[in-house]
């Protein structure tokens, strides 16, 4: 199994709290993503990163920020969280864009 | 721009039947990855095969094989012999050859394999 750590696995919080989500890999693969996953609509790219500092938005991007200072670690951050935030966020690693990309355990997020 | 669909919401099978999940794609470009993941009960998302569209074989890896044509831009998944453990979301999912670019999941299928 690809080395892919996500914390925390479980959070519940409130509307307007800031919440960051972490992944970290052991793979040292260049490529990190963080998708969300909804019933109904599968799974959508939030943000990706490339390298080191630098990141880009994907298809749900609105209301998140991401941050890469390390090779390991992709920190996703909702800044105000809302209850459309409610989710399970996934974070997944690959060597290059069109390789296979491997998930990590997913947490699951809720905004009361 | 790019799209998959997984037109099979939910399938439900009695073990050991045979069964097919389709997906179709749609792409401009010449240069393509087509994927399957599983996602079991438990949650996590297991990686299957990935397919580039430069090679249409077909794969079998046990009881699964893989479909590829690119004539009707469709990857289909089928599970000989299904068994209880087989019941799980399926997801099909696409790349395309530029940087930066992710994967585009279908909506998924869920299979129930019932005893």
């Known amino acids: 199994d690809a080395g892919i750590t996500q914390s925390p696995r479980h959070k519940v919080t409130e509307t307007g709290t800031p919440v960051t989500l972490r992944c970290h890999q052991t793979?040292?693969?260049?490529?990190m993503y963080w998708y969300r996953q909804d019933p109904g609509h599968g799974l959508r790219l939030i943000h990706y990163?490339?390298?080191?500092?630098?990141?880009d938005k994907g298809e749900v991007s609105d209301g998140y920020s991401v941050s890469r200072s390390k090779t390991e670690d992709f920190l996703l951050t909702l800044e105000s969280a809302t209850s459309s935030q409610t989710s399970v966020y996934f974070c997944?690693?690959?060597?290059?864009?069109?390789?296979?990309?491997?998930f990590g355990p997913g947490t699951r997020l809720t905004v009361l | 721009a790019q799209k998959v669909t997984q037109a099979q919401t939910e399938i439900s099978v009695v073990e050991k039947e045979d069964v097919t999940l389709d997906c179709v794609y749609e792409?401009?470009?010449?240069?393509?990855?087509l994927f399957w993941y599983k996602q079991p009960p438990s949650g996590e998302l297991v990686f299957l095969i990935r397919?580039?569209?430069?090679?249409?074989q077909n794969e079998i890896s046990g009881r699964y094989s893989w479909n590829f044509q690119k004539s009707t831009s469709s990857f289909n998944f089928t599970i000989t012999a299904s068994q209880v453990v087989d019941s799980a979301v399926y997801f099909c999912?696409?790349?395309?050859?530029?940087?930066?670019?992710?994967?585009?999941f279908g909506k998924g299928t869920t299979l129930s394999v019932s005893s």
């Open positions: 397919r580039n569209s430069f090679d249409e």
């Open positions: 997944a690693i690959s060597s290059d864009s069109y390789n296979e990309q491997f």
């Open positions: 793979e040292n693969h260049r490529y």
């Open positions: 792409t401009r470009d010449t240069t393509y990855y």
């Open positions: 999912a696409l790349s395309v050859d530029q940087a930066g670019t992710a994967l585009i």
């Open positions: 990163s490339y390298g080191v500092k630098d990141t």
